[in-house]
Protein backbone atom coordinates (compact mmCIF):
# COMPACT_ATOMS: atom_id res chain seq x y z
CA UNK A 1 0.00 0.00 0.00
CA UNK A 2 1.16 3.36 -1.35
CA UNK A 3 1.07 6.41 1.61
CA UNK A 4 2.06 9.91 1.71
CA UNK A 5 2.40 11.40 4.74
CA UNK A 6 2.78 15.29 5.52
CA UNK A 7 4.71 17.23 8.70
CA UNK A 8 5.76 19.98 9.45
CA UNK A 9 5.02 23.45 11.62
CA UNK A 10 1.27 24.43 11.44
CA UNK A 11 1.99 28.23 12.56
CA UNK A 12 4.66 30.22 10.80
CA UNK A 13 5.44 33.91 11.58
CA UNK A 14 5.47 36.39 8.26
CA UNK A 15 8.99 36.24 7.03
CA UNK A 16 9.72 33.14 8.58
CA UNK A 17 10.92 29.97 6.22
CA UNK A 18 8.73 27.17 6.20
CA UNK A 19 10.02 23.33 5.82
CA UNK A 20 7.75 20.53 5.36
CA UNK A 21 8.78 16.43 5.36
CA UNK A 22 6.83 14.54 3.17
CA UNK A 23 7.95 10.83 4.02
CA UNK A 24 6.57 8.14 1.86
CA UNK A 25 5.89 4.29 1.90
CA UNK A 26 5.13 1.49 -0.26
CA UNK A 27 7.28 2.63 -3.19
CA UNK A 28 10.61 3.97 -3.33
CA UNK A 29 12.56 7.56 -4.19
CA UNK A 30 14.53 5.90 -6.93
CA UNK A 31 11.97 3.93 -8.25
CA UNK A 32 12.53 5.55 -12.11
CA UNK A 33 8.84 6.04 -12.83
CA UNK A 34 7.82 7.50 -9.99
CA UNK A 35 8.40 11.09 -8.41
CA UNK A 36 7.17 13.85 -5.39
CA UNK A 37 5.30 16.58 -6.05
CA UNK A 38 3.96 19.31 -3.54
CA UNK A 39 0.57 20.93 -3.98
CA UNK A 40 -1.23 23.51 -1.75
CA UNK A 41 -4.96 24.49 -1.14
CA UNK A 42 -5.40 27.74 0.20
CA UNK A 43 -8.96 27.70 2.32
CA UNK A 44 -11.49 27.88 -0.19
CA UNK A 45 -9.80 28.48 -2.90
CA UNK A 46 -8.30 25.84 -6.14
CA UNK A 47 -5.10 23.70 -5.96
CA UNK A 48 -1.56 24.77 -7.00
CA UNK A 49 1.49 22.75 -8.18
CA UNK A 50 4.24 23.74 -6.60
CA UNK A 51 7.26 21.65 -7.48
CA UNK A 52 8.34 17.90 -8.08
CA UNK A 53 11.07 16.12 -7.39
CA UNK A 54 11.77 12.75 -9.88
CA UNK A 55 14.51 10.01 -8.56
CA UNK A 56 17.32 11.36 -10.88
CA UNK A 57 16.89 14.59 -8.46
CA UNK A 58 15.45 16.49 -11.54
CA UNK A 59 13.67 19.11 -10.07
CA UNK A 60 10.93 21.81 -11.24
CA UNK A 61 9.41 25.02 -9.49
CA UNK A 62 6.37 26.76 -9.94
CA UNK A 63 7.40 29.86 -12.51
CA UNK A 64 5.86 31.86 -9.92
CA UNK A 65 7.23 30.88 -6.20
CA UNK A 66 10.76 29.12 -7.51
CA UNK A 67 12.91 32.28 -6.34
CA UNK A 68 11.18 30.77 -2.79
CA UNK A 69 10.70 26.97 -2.99
CA UNK A 70 13.35 24.17 -2.78
CA UNK A 71 12.23 20.55 -2.95
CA UNK A 72 14.89 17.95 -2.20
CA UNK A 73 15.10 14.58 -1.26
CA UNK A 74 16.78 11.46 1.27
CA UNK A 75 16.28 8.69 -0.52
CA UNK A 76 17.29 6.28 2.41
CA UNK A 77 15.07 7.85 4.80
CA UNK A 78 12.16 7.86 2.22
CA UNK A 79 11.64 11.24 2.65
CA UNK A 80 11.08 14.65 0.30
CA UNK A 81 11.59 18.03 2.07
CA UNK A 82 10.28 21.32 0.99
CA UNK A 83 10.98 24.87 1.91
CA UNK A 84 9.16 27.87 1.73
CA UNK A 85 11.13 31.23 2.25
CA UNK A 86 9.87 34.73 3.17
CA UNK A 87 6.21 33.11 4.27
CA UNK A 88 3.77 35.66 4.02
CA UNK A 89 -0.53 35.38 5.05
CA UNK A 90 -1.47 34.55 1.53
CA UNK A 91 0.89 31.31 2.03
CA UNK A 92 -1.94 30.14 4.13
CA UNK A 93 -3.26 26.64 2.98
CA UNK A 94 -3.52 23.02 3.31
CA UNK A 95 -0.09 21.65 1.99
CA UNK A 96 0.11 18.10 0.12
CA UNK A 97 2.54 16.43 -1.07
CA UNK A 98 1.77 13.30 -4.03
CA UNK A 99 3.11 10.83 -5.65
CA UNK A 100 4.05 11.88 -9.51
CA UNK A 101 4.32 8.83 -11.93
CA UNK A 102 6.39 9.80 -14.88
CA UNK A 103 6.22 9.56 -18.72
CA UNK A 104 9.63 10.36 -19.97
CA UNK A 105 10.80 13.66 -18.66
CA UNK A 106 7.53 14.98 -17.68
CA UNK A 107 5.26 14.45 -14.30
CA UNK A 108 2.07 13.21 -15.23
CA UNK A 109 -0.96 12.21 -12.69
CA UNK A 110 -0.55 12.66 -8.89
CA UNK A 111 -1.72 9.63 -7.16
CA UNK A 112 -2.21 8.78 -4.09
CA UNK A 113 -1.89 12.31 -1.89
CA UNK A 114 -0.92 12.32 1.36
CA UNK A 115 -3.70 13.89 4.19
CA UNK A 116 -2.72 17.19 3.62
CA UNK A 117 -1.00 20.03 6.49
CA UNK A 118 -2.83 23.34 7.21
CA UNK A 119 -0.27 25.70 7.69
CA UNK A 120 -1.08 29.26 8.96
CA UNK A 121 0.97 31.78 8.35
CA UNK A 122 0.34 34.61 11.09
CA UNK A 123 1.96 37.04 13.77
CA UNK B 1 2.52 30.26 -14.90
CA UNK B 2 -0.02 29.33 -17.15
CA UNK B 3 -3.58 28.18 -15.92
CA UNK B 4 -6.01 25.83 -17.22
CA UNK B 5 -9.53 27.42 -17.17
CA UNK B 6 -12.68 25.60 -15.96
CA UNK B 7 -16.42 27.06 -15.52
CA UNK B 8 -17.10 27.60 -11.61
CA UNK B 9 -20.06 25.92 -11.21
CA UNK B 10 -22.02 23.47 -13.35
CA UNK B 11 -25.28 21.61 -11.77
CA UNK B 12 -27.56 19.24 -12.73
CA UNK B 13 -30.16 16.99 -11.59
CA UNK B 14 -30.17 13.04 -10.94
CA UNK B 15 -29.45 10.91 -13.72
CA UNK B 16 -29.02 14.26 -15.84
CA UNK B 17 -25.45 14.51 -18.23
CA UNK B 18 -22.94 17.19 -17.12
CA UNK B 19 -19.98 18.17 -18.68
CA UNK B 20 -16.67 20.26 -17.39
CA UNK B 21 -14.49 22.07 -19.69
CA UNK B 22 -11.03 22.93 -19.49
CA UNK B 23 -9.06 24.87 -21.66
CA UNK B 24 -5.56 25.08 -21.65
CA UNK B 25 -3.09 26.62 -24.35
CA UNK B 26 -0.70 25.49 -26.74
CA UNK B 27 1.92 25.50 -23.96
CA UNK B 28 0.25 22.47 -22.11
CA UNK B 29 -2.69 20.75 -23.34
CA UNK B 30 -2.31 22.00 -26.94
CA UNK B 31 1.10 20.69 -26.61
CA UNK B 32 0.05 17.46 -26.46
CA UNK B 33 0.56 16.95 -22.97
CA UNK B 34 -1.63 14.76 -20.73
CA UNK B 35 -5.20 15.96 -19.02
CA UNK B 36 -6.03 14.30 -15.85
CA UNK B 37 -8.75 15.16 -13.42
CA UNK B 38 -9.62 14.97 -9.71
CA UNK B 39 -12.69 14.82 -7.68
CA UNK B 40 -12.65 16.45 -4.39
CA UNK B 41 -15.20 15.66 -1.97
CA UNK B 42 -16.03 18.25 0.42
CA UNK B 43 -13.12 18.84 3.18
CA UNK B 44 -11.42 15.23 1.46
CA UNK B 45 -8.19 14.76 -0.03
CA UNK B 46 -8.39 15.25 -3.99
CA UNK B 47 -8.77 11.81 -5.70
CA UNK B 48 -7.83 11.18 -9.36
CA UNK B 49 -10.40 10.43 -11.58
CA UNK B 50 -9.37 10.47 -14.58
CA UNK B 51 -5.64 9.99 -16.19
CA UNK B 52 -3.83 10.58 -19.54
CA UNK B 53 -6.87 12.08 -20.76
CA UNK B 54 -9.56 9.32 -21.02
CA UNK B 55 -8.43 6.71 -18.59
CA UNK B 56 -10.28 5.52 -15.49
CA UNK B 57 -8.47 3.92 -12.55
CA UNK B 58 -9.77 0.60 -11.15
CA UNK B 59 -13.02 1.74 -8.71
CA UNK B 60 -13.89 4.90 -10.75
CA UNK B 61 -17.34 4.30 -12.17
CA UNK B 62 -17.63 4.52 -15.87
CA UNK B 63 -20.40 7.03 -15.94
CA UNK B 64 -17.31 9.89 -15.62
CA UNK B 65 -15.41 9.74 -18.91
CA UNK B 66 -12.68 12.32 -20.41
CA UNK B 67 -11.79 12.84 -23.55
CA UNK B 68 -9.29 15.92 -25.03
CA UNK B 69 -9.17 17.94 -28.37
CA UNK B 70 -6.80 20.70 -29.59
CA UNK B 71 -5.97 22.71 -26.17
CA UNK B 72 -8.72 22.05 -24.33
CA UNK B 73 -10.36 18.92 -22.31
CA UNK B 74 -13.68 17.53 -20.79
CA UNK B 75 -14.82 15.53 -17.97
CA UNK B 76 -18.25 14.21 -18.67
CA UNK B 77 -20.42 13.01 -15.79
CA UNK B 78 -23.45 10.64 -17.18
CA UNK B 79 -26.01 9.56 -14.76
CA UNK B 80 -25.54 12.35 -12.13
CA UNK B 81 -25.34 10.68 -8.32
CA UNK B 82 -26.24 12.71 -5.12
CA UNK B 83 -22.28 11.40 -4.12
CA UNK B 84 -20.70 13.31 -7.31
CA UNK B 85 -21.19 16.69 -5.75
CA UNK B 86 -17.90 17.57 -5.21
CA UNK B 87 -15.13 19.80 -6.70
CA UNK B 88 -13.29 18.94 -9.85
CA UNK B 89 -10.33 19.80 -11.06
CA UNK B 90 -7.89 19.17 -14.51
CA UNK B 91 -4.29 18.75 -14.59
CA UNK B 92 -1.49 19.01 -16.78
CA UNK B 93 1.76 19.56 -17.56
CA UNK B 94 3.54 22.83 -20.07
CA UNK B 95 6.36 23.21 -21.54
CA UNK B 96 8.56 24.62 -18.92
CA UNK B 97 8.16 21.04 -17.38
CA UNK B 98 5.65 22.06 -14.48
CA UNK B 99 2.80 21.28 -13.50
CA UNK B 100 -0.63 23.05 -14.10
CA UNK B 101 -4.15 22.52 -12.41
CA UNK B 102 -7.36 23.96 -13.83
CA UNK B 103 -9.22 26.57 -11.50
CA UNK B 104 -11.83 24.48 -10.23
CA UNK B 105 -15.44 23.35 -11.07
CA UNK B 106 -17.91 22.83 -8.47
CA UNK B 107 -20.54 20.10 -9.56
CA UNK B 108 -24.17 20.07 -7.60
CA UNK B 109 -26.94 17.91 -7.39
CA UNK B 110 -30.21 19.62 -7.90
Known amino acids: QVTLKESGPVLVKPTETLTLTCTVSGFSLSNSRMGVSWIRQPPGKALEWLAH???????SYSTSLKNRLTISKDTSKSQVVLTMTNMDPVDTATYYC???????????????WGQGTLVTVSS | QSVLTQPPSVSGAPGQRVTISCTGSSSNIGAGYHVHWYQQLPGMVPKVLIYRDNNRPSGVPDRFSGSKSGTSASLVITGLQAEDEADYYCQSYDNSLTGVFGTGTKVTVL
Open chain 1, 98 to 112: ARTTIFGVVGEWFDP
Open chain 1, 53 to 59: IFSNDEK
